[in-house]
């Protein structure tokens, strides 16, 4: 069976986004610093149709993450927009089609789960499907469209602990960055994730992160 693909970056104090999450701020204050040091890299750049880029000790590990990856599950925030029904808001306002424009760097299907119901999306070589009936139909979806390959799991946080909790997590990579938010939202919030099963099996230190990969 194909596996379930968790990547995600935390701050040194626990947090995978900062404080005052919005639209207009995705990541919250100071989270788009948990992230900075993955722009630079070519093997980032290139799936995002940009030129050029430089090559670190991280490379082998981003090109790791997006190697047989047949689709991806997210969470309704991650896809973002507004909370609650997509209908769109306000007038000539059409609905939020993603934060990836016309063409997103998945070139595979991706399932985001949310409580309300909305047709397929489909941009270039990317399919969207909205799942309402829970992680397990998703999952299940994923793995039906990734035709034998990895499943990749995209976050945000509240689905991420919802798959550790459940023990469907087969490989966890933790860009650990060495920041601090304060407040925010955090990976490991509460009780209930299962991380029994995951042991870490490699550390990676990289310009400003250090990777560390779980495999269950």
Known sequence: MSKLRLKISMSLDGFVAGPEQ???NPLGIGGMRLHEWIFPLAAWR????LEGGTVSASTPVIEESLANIGATVMGRNMFGGHPGPWEARGPGKKRWDGWWGESPPFHHPVFVLTYHPRPPLALEGTTFTFVTDGIEAALDQARRAAGGKDVSLAGGAGVARQYLAAGLVDEMEINLVPT??????RLFDGGGVDLCGLELVRTVAAPGVVHLKFAR
């Open 22 to 24: 919005s639209v207009a």
């Open 46 to 49: 290139g799936p995002h149709g």
């Open 180 to 185: 601090l938010l304060g407040s925010g939202e």
